[in-house]
């Protein structure tokens, strides 16, 4: 069966400093992968989503970045973080075929910018 | 512009109660749209889709094409269905859009 991690699970960062979040699937391949950042009454926001190896389609202009080096890897990075950039991250994933269009969710990081 | 609104952020109700929770969306093709459920301490996982017309966990969800919406009911409420739940969209082959989410609690 399909699995999605992701790590780390919190993380405490300062203003200015780099950020890696990574994320890996296992099971499938081929995946359409997505990074969310999930706010309090503001629902799911899409950050970026890929639909293969170094393809990466960027939903809202930011301070973030992603990155996709393997099928079933998924990183999301920032060169310096803001305050702003607090939040609780999720990254999901989606079967490639026709007619599946349900997403499945890693457990998420929780990151406080400092 | 495909939007997902979801007009309540908090709803609570009494255990045993009848529960529903609204989603209207604005999309120009065929919508296909889903439930997503959030437990305390657990990941985001699927509830339901609409092409599916199942009931999960007691709940259920009729696409009401006039109407736009997906709203999400139980006749009775129990209180491991305290969760935020999310009402979400498809917009194309790849992506869904998603609602502001319901926090909802139920009280015994």
């Known amino acids: 069966s399909q699995t999605i991690h992701q790590w780390p699970a919190t993380l405490v960062q300062p203003v200015g400093s780099p950020l890696s979040l990574e994320c890996t699937v296992e099971g499938t391949s081929n995946p359409n992968l997505y990074w969310y950042r999930q706010a309090a009454g503001r629902g799911l926001q899409l950050l970026f989503y890929s639909v293969g190896i170094g393809q990466i389609s960027s939903e809202v202009p930011q301070n973030l970045s992603a990155s996709r080096p393997q099928d079933r890897q998924f990183i999301l990075s920032s060169k310096k973080l803001l305050l702003s950039d607090s939040g609780f991250y999720l990254c999901a994933w989606k079967g490639s075929g026709q007619g599946f269009y349900e997403q499945y969710f890693g457990p998420g990081t929780r990151l406080t910018v400092t | 512009a495909q939007r997902v609104t979801q007009p309540e952020k908090l709803l609570s109700v009494f255990k045993g109660a009848p529960v529903e929770l609204k989603c209207n969306y604005s999309?120009?093709?065929?919508?296909?749209l889903f439930w997503y459920v959030q437990y305390s301490r657990q990941r985001l996982q699927l509830l339901l889709r609409?092409?599916s017309r199942e009931s999960i966990k007691g709940f259920t969800a009729d696409l009401n094409k006039g109407e736009t919406s997906f709203h999400l009911k139980k006749p009775f409420a129990q209180e491991e269905d305290s969760a935020m739940y999310y009402c979400a969209l498809r917009t194309n082959d790849y992506k869904l859009s998603f609602g502001a989410g319901t926090t909802v609690t139920v009280r015994a």
């Open positions: 999309y120009s093709g065929s919508p296909e």
């Open positions: 609409h092409i």
